[in-house]
């Protein structure tokens, strides 16, 4: 009886008991053979029974064959299924929600000045999900939040309450009033003229530890240590202010 062709990475091996073995096989330096397995089958038989449990293996060599080929297509069926579904947006307004609000309680709570931040939101569909992550700079440390989900929707939702916990499990080192700190930061930037503006939080002498915001302007570097964030931009845009509004005055009494 004529053999027939086999899908690459499959082959048949008749052993000692008499039947055909259906194998998956590994080409490379060594030869890598595996035997398949009832309870790894996802797509049951269109008509017949069909066993549970235990090798898979058969009486003649033609039904072995045509094993290999529907395991391979059943294979490539369901990769091409997951993929398909994992990159469909069901809730596509929500999704943007969910994009727009991460962006915004990161940059909320990032000293950084706005021409030094980067924070973007990646997605990746992974073998069997979708992995959604996001670089940002957080305490003045670099962060990192990565969550793998089953498609678009879940992955940015699951995005979303991570980041929204890290960020406010540390609420009272950067403090409770992310909105106002963004307005501060940003007077400071259109004041200073896009000085780089920095924030850190020095290593604790006692238990406490302390909010550094600093910033060169004009040739004078100013510097505040507070207890919070809200504290240190607060005290810093009111430093800068005052010395702009200084100046201003100088300037029209000489003219």
């Known amino acids: 009886m004529k053999q027939e062709s086999l899908p690459s990475g499959y082959t048949v091996a008749q052993l000692d008991d008499g039947r055909f073995y259906p194998l998956r096989a590994r080409i490379g330096e060594y030869v890598d053979l595996s035997t398949m397995h009832w309870t790894t089958q996802y797509v049951p038989f269109a008509h017949g029974p069909q066993p549970t449990c235990g090798t898979v293996s058969f009486a003649h060599r033609q039904l072995a064959e045509q094993y290999c080929h529907r395991e391979h297509e059943e294979f490539t069926l369901l990769w091409n299924a997951a993929q398909h579904g994992w990159n469909q947006e069901i ?45 940002f700079t957080l305490h003045g440390n670099f962060q990192s939040v990565r969550v793998k989900e089953g498609c678009v929707d879940e992955a940015l ?29 940003d007077e400071i ?67």
Not at 94 to 106: D, F, G, P
Not at 193 to 208: A, C, R, V
Request: net charge negative; glycine share 4%.
């Open 91 to 135: 809730y596509s307004e929500r999704n943007v929600w969910y994009r727009e609000e991460i962006l915004r309680l990161v940059y909320a709570h990032d000293p950084s000045p706005s021409w030094r931040r980067v924070a973007r939101i990646e997605l990746d569909d992974y073998y069997t999900g979708i992995h959604a992550y996001i670089y």
């Open 157 to 185: 939702e699951a995005l979303y309450d991570e980041v929204y916990k890290q960020i406010h499990g540390c609420v009272h080192v950067f403090g409770h009033f992310p909105e106002r700190n963004a307005y501060y930061r």
């Open 189 to 255: 930037e259109v004041i200073a003229g896009e000085s780089p503006l920095t924030f850190m939080m020095t290593p604790p002498i006692t238990e406490t530890p302390v909010a550094v915001a600093s910033i060169s302007f004009q040739g004078h570097y100013y510097e505040v240590h507070r207890s919070t964030l809200d504290e240190a931009l607060e005290a810093l845009y009111e430093q800068v202010s005052s010395c702009a509004s200084r100046r201003h005055c100088d300037a029209s009494e000489v003219a």
